[in-house]
């Protein structure tokens, strides 16, 4: 099932969604982790937890270990960020989204599962200038346009340490494809580490050297799954 689309007046990518507040609960079963999510109107995926971000989560590779720096980009109301917590004992995970609704929903699930000490939630104006993570995850907001999402992919893909990878999500029907073809125009190492309800899971290396655009076909990638 595609990203769905925000609603005509509670954007999932605006700072205050003009939707009023209607709080209700999700559930986050993984075969390691369950959490139940406090969410809200006016954030992305409200009603459930979206298909692309529990394939992201069922089929990435697992997160560094020890005392490493992650982010979970347009973070919502936290399934990723919580996930990595739970995966990464040690890690210090940055929770990065532009909505405030979505930020304090984040922040009170990461205390009731025990994390607040070590998910920090935050505006990408409130990110020190001076952070570099070891790894990225993310179910991008792709419904925030093409040039706005390659800014900014380009300025995470910046802060990731030199053997760091992101690893993204992105339904085939809203640019997988392209996306990977642009990503490697600037010089990082793509690879499609899985594919499942037309959903792709893009690993991308942090290091960037120039290179020869090549096509997604070429570059080496799991069959479709069922």
Not at 6 to 30: D, I, K, M, Q
Not at 83 to 89: D, G, I, K
Not at 101 to 118: M, Q, W
Request: proline share 11%; hydrophobic share 40%; glycine share 6%.
């Amino acid at each position: 099932m595609p990203e769905p689309r925000p609603s005509p007046t509670g954007h999932y990518f605006s700072a205050n969604p003009e939707v009023a507040s209607n709080p209700s609960t999700v559930v986050l079963t993984l075969p390691d982790a369950r959490f139940e999510l406090t969410t809200d109107r006016g954030v992305f995926s409200s009603t459930k937890v979206d298909p692309g971000t529990r394939v992201l989560l069922l089929e990435a590779p697992p997160p560094p270990s020890g005392k490493v720096t992650l982010v979970d980009v347009g973070c919502g109301y936290g399934p990723i960020a919580l996930t990595l917590a739970r995966r990464s004992p040690e890690a210090t995970i940055w929770a990065v989204d532009v909505n405030e609704r979505a930020l304090e929903l984040c922040a009170e699930n990461a205390r009731r599962a025990g994390f607040a000490d070590r998910i920090r939630t935050c505006t990408p104006n409130e990110v020190p200038a001076d952070l570099t993570v070891d790894g990225i995850w993310s179910n991008p907001p792709i419904r925030i346009g093409k040039p706005a999402l390659q800014d900014l992919l380009a300025t995470w893909l910046d802060r990731l340490s030199i053997d760091g990878t992101a690893t993204l999500v992105v339904h085939k029907h809203l640019g997988a494809d392209s996306l990977a073809r642009w990503l490697q125009t600037r010089g990082h190492a793509v690879n499609r580490i899985a594919s499942r309800a037309g959903y792709r899971v893009l690993a991308v290396s942090g290091a960037v050297a120039p290179t020869t655009p090549t096509s997604p076909a070429a570059t080496q990638h799991p069959p479709e799954a069922s």
